[in-house]
């Protein structure tokens, strides 16, 4: 039913996109005015390398937690093990790396948080790999030895992200800064179309969850950006917040008992409060890169 569902709203919404232009489209068109002044890539020095602090972070942290559901499966305790995964996934969105949609990790990201969408096997495809794949086989499956295996390649994934240097994947350069100030709107617009929309659920039922660490990430961005967007236009930040406010307020009404409710198995009223929310702040959001045009970025 679950997925059933997601495929009809991902058709929905691509016919909302092709028929009206969403709010927060519309949002930056309205904001594209010819005086806004470029942002001398030096301003982002320091937000930038914050932010690959930040990631390095999570990154630690994120082994650890892997570690700790690899350690579960081993010993067959799958609660355990489902609550370690949903701690490890969470972590990693936080980042702002959503379904390796960001595309800062390349096929890397992909394999560590990829759908299995486009792969001619699907979800037995030997390509799929990572978080969705644990999560196949924990909550749809309930195959712990696969769990085991592919919580292994997914620890050695990330393992391998963990190493690399963070230069060339965020790179200091007038275009890279200009691609990365884009994940302050677009880290909850892919929220909407991936999770929100059922396409990457995989039996967890915790894309509410996954919404929430969104949020997390996406006020990161704003923690770091906010010096440069207050001379550019001084209510956004503190708008944003407010909105984001309500985004948490709205997904955790999707926790029942400490559980999450799946996005297809909430009442008609509290998914069209998700929506509203997350609708409200992307239309926020929206001018940040228009904002933040880098100087020589383009």
């Known amino acids: 039913m679950g997925r059933s569902w997601g495929a009809a709203a991902a058709v929905g919404a691509l016919l909302v996109v092709l028929l009206c232009p969403a709010p927060w489209a519309l949002a930056r068109a309205r904001h594209r005015a010819p005086g806004v002044i470029p942002v001398p890539a030096l301003q982002l020095d320091a937000p930038m390398r914050a932010y690959r602090a930040y990631v390095r972070e999570l990154l630690g942290t994120l082994r650890g937690q892997l570690a700790g559901l690899s350690a579960a499966l081993r010993s067959g305790d799958v609660p355990g093990a489902e609550s370690d995964w949903l701690t490890a996934h969470l972590t990693w969105l936080r980042i702002g790396q959503d379904d390796g949609a960001y595309g800062a990790f390349g096929q890397l990201g992909r394999q560590i948080d990829g759908t299995?969408?486009?792969?001619?096997?699907?979800?037995?495809?030997?390509?799929?790999?990572?978080?969705?794949?644990?999560?196949?086989?924990l909550w749809t499956r309930g195959d712990v030895a696969a769990a085991t295996a592919d919580a292994a390649v997914l620890s050695e994934l990330v393992a391998r992200l963990a190493a690399r240097p963070l230069g060339p994947e965020l790179p200091m350069t007038p275009v890279g800064l200009s691609i990365w100030t884009l994940r302050a709107h677009e880290i909850l617009e892919d929220a909407l179309r991936d999770s929100l929309s059922g396409d990457d659920e995989y039996g967890s039922g915790t894309a509410l969850a996954s919404v929430m660490a969104d949020v997390g990430a996406t006020r990161e961005m704003l923690s770091l950006l906010a010096p440069v967007i207050a001379p550019r236009s001084p209510r956004l930040v503190g708008r944003a917040r407010r909105q984001l406010d309500a985004v948490v307020g709205a997904a955790q009404a999707g926790q029942v008992n400490g559980r999450w409710v799946a996005v297809s198995e909430l009442p008609t009223a509290a998914r069209e409060r998700v929506d509203a929310a997350v609708?409200?702040?992307?239309?926020?959001?929206?001018?940040?890169?228009?904002?933040?045009?880098?100087a020589g970025g383009t």
Do not use: M, N, R, S
């Open 279 to 294: 609708g409200a702040v992307l239309e926020t959001l929206a001018p940040i890169p228009d904002l933040l045009q880098v």
């Open 116 to 137: 299995a969408a486009g792969l001619v096997g699907g979800v037995d495809d030997p390509q799929f790999t990572g978080f969705h794949k644990v999560e196949l086989d």
